[in-house]
Every structure is written in C-alpha cells, then in structure tokens.
C-alpha cells in the first residue's frame, strides 16, 4: 500500500495521460478555490481515499469534500479508477461532480471520463437538472438555452473522431440535461496522440467552459426556492444520490475491489450522501 498523503493521490491522476490529468487537476483545483470558504476538509478514513484489490490489478483514490451549513454546496466528490484488463490494457475512469442542496433549485455539475484504450475515450459532461423542465420552462431557458451549452456539444460533434454515446443505463439518460455531452472519441489505431490533442484542444476548454457556467450561475447563483419547494428537492436529491452509488459503484466495486473493500467504501460515502 503506498503511503502517500491521500488527497495527493487524487491529485495525481497516475494512470492518464498528460492532457487527460491537467483536465482533471484544474478542475478540481479551481472548484476547490472558487468554493474554498464553503468547502470542509475531507474526512474520508484513509483507507477510502486510496484503496487497492489483493492483487494490485485495480487502484482508486476519493476526495469526498462536505461543505458549511449555510452553503449552497451538498458536497463535491472527485474519483480515479485504474483497472488492469485481462487482454493486457487497463480502464480509466476519470470524474467529479459538485452537489448543490436543498437552499437552491440549481443544477449539479457532473464530468466524467472513461478510456479503455490509447485511442478510445467516452465523455459525459452536463449540469444535470433538479427540477422538471416540463413544467419549469424559466429553468431550461436559465441554465440550459440563455448559457448556448448545446453551441459546446454542437462543437464536439463536429470533429470527425466524435460520434454520440448512448448508456445502457436508462436511468442516467433519464437525469441528464437535453444539453448533455455524451460522446465517444475514438481515434485509428495506433493515434494515441491524436486523442491526448482532442483532450487538450476540445474537450479541456469545453469542460472548463461548463465548470466556469456551474460555478457562477449554479453554485455561487442565488435562487429563491420556497419551503415546500425545497422538501421536494430534498427528496429528489436523496433518490438521485442513492441511485448513483448504486449505478457507478455499487455493481462495480465489489467486482474490482472484492466484498469487504466494497463494503467498506460504500458506507463511507453513504455518510456523506
């Protein structure tokens, strides 16, 4: 087990390349600054904030980071995951994503990227929303239409290397936003390096971008949210939080990681949650 200080094993994204890392770091470091008197240092046993199976195959670090009661911040929770494939490549999924509680009705921002090869990348990126945007049509021309967040997925999928991605998951298709990037790069064999400038020239300042929105809008927006409106939030976050640990973690840590890693992990987070 390497005994590095945890939050240094986020931070350094080991298993990515350079543009895929400077992506991440900045992303975190800048939402760490931009929040840094609502945020509460990361109280996460260490053996959660970096953990390995018996076999060193698979390797992931957490930052889970909750924030002062009188904030608009839930938490905000960043993650690496390395995994060792049987066909001698690895997965890398790399994500953030900020919570916002019941005080505002704002969107959550979520960034994720998934390799599973040198020249193959998937990205999500969206504010996913809090509110129906049936019946909430100021919502949707707030965030989603007046921001232009559909020019930046307009922008991805012109590049001939990018085609869309669709989950199987018909509940993550469910919560994100009609703006939702939800791409898959993929590049020849053997053009590594192809991606690594899609990553820097494209999808860096397109995340930065959306990041920069959130952070402004979102986080640090004031919204005027009535009491029985802010039960229902509460409500819908509490389902939503719990069906994202059971979608991204729950089948696939005791996979990777074994039974009592899992286990151990899970009930950390669900503290926070």
Same mark, same amino acid.
């Given at each position: 087990?390497?005994?590095?200080?945890?939050?240094?094993?986020?931070?350094?994204?080991?298993?990515?390349?350079?543009?895929?890392?400077?992506?991440?770091?900045?992303?975190?470091?800048?939402?760490?600054?931009?929040?840094?008197?609502?945020?509460?240092?990361?109280?996460?046993?260490? &053996?959660?904030?970096?953990?390995?199976?018996?076999?060193?195959?698979?390797?992931?670090?957490?930052?889970?980071?909750?924030?002062?009661?009188?904030?608009?911040?839930?938490?905000?929770?960043?993650?690496?995951?390395?995994?060792?494939?049987?066909?001698?490549?690895?997965?890398?999924?790399?994500?953030?994503?900020?919570?916002?509680?019941?005080?505002?009705?704002?969107?959550?921002?979520?960034?994720?990227?998934?390799?599973?090869?040198p020249t193959s990348m998937?990205?999500?990126?969206?504010?996913?929303?809090?509110?129906?945007?049936?019946?909430?049509d100021e919502y949707l021309?707030?965030?989603?239409?007046?921001?232009?967040?559909? &020019?930046?997925?307009?922008?991805?999928?012109?590049?001939?290397?990018?085609?869309?991605?669709?989950?199987?998951?018909?509940?993550?298709?469910?919560?994100?936003?009609?703006?939702?990037?939800?791409?898959?790069?993929?590049?020849?064999? &053997?053009?590594?390096?192809?991606?690594?400038?899609?990553?820097?020239?494209?999808?860096?300042?397109?995340?930065?971008?959306?990041?920069?929105i959130w952070l402004e809008?979102?986080?640090?927006?004031?919204?005027?949210?009535?009491?029985?409106?802010?039960?229902?939030?509460?409500?819908?976050?509490?389902?939503?939080?719990?069906?994202?640990?059971?979608?991204?973690?729950?089948?696939?840590?005791?996979?990777?990681?074994?039974?009592?890693?899992?286990?151990?992990?899970?009930?950390?987070?669900?503290?926070?949650?």
């Amino acid at each position: 087990m390497n005994h590095h200080h945890p939050r240094s094993k986020l931070m350094e994204f080991p298993y990515v390349s350079a543009p895929h890392r400077n992506l991440m770091v900045d992303i975190v470091s800048k939402v760490e600054a931009h929040l840094s008197s609502s945020l509460l240092p990361c109280t996460l046993p260490q &053996d959660v904030e970096y953990f390995e199976n018996e076999s060193g195959t698979a390797q992931s670090a957490l930052l889970v980071r909750s924030a002062v009661p009188s904030s608009q911040i839930d938490f905000i929770l960043g993650s690496w995951l390395h995994c060792g494939l049987p066909t001698g490549g690895a997965l890398n999924i790399t994500s953030f994503s900020g919570y916002l509680n019941s005080s505002t009705d704002a969107p959550n921002f979520l960034v994720e990227l998934i390799q599973s090869s040198p020249t193959s990348m998937i990205l999500i990126l969206d504010l996913p929303p809090r509110k129906d945007l049936v019946l909430h049509d100021e919502y949707l021309k707030t965030f989603y239409e007046d921001t232009l967040l559909d &020019d930046k997925r307009k922008h991805l999928e012109k590049l001939v290397e990018v085609k869309p991605y669709f989950t199987s998951s018909l509940y993550i298709r469910s919560v994100v936003s009609p703006t939702a990037i939800m791409v898959r790069i993929e590049t020849g064999t &053997d053009e590594a390096e192809q991606l690594e400038e899609i990553v820097r020239d494209h999808v860096s300042p397109i995340a930065k971008e959306v990041l920069q929105i959130w952070l402004e809008l979102c986080a640090c927006g004031k919204r005027e949210v009535e009491q029985e409106e802010m039960i229902a939030l509460a409500k819908r976050d509490k389902i939503t939080k719990s069906k994202t640990i059971e979608i991204d973690l729950g089948s696939n840590l005791p996979r990777l990681f074994g039974e009592v890693a899992a286990a151990r992990v899970l009930e950390s987070l669900k503290e926070v949650y």
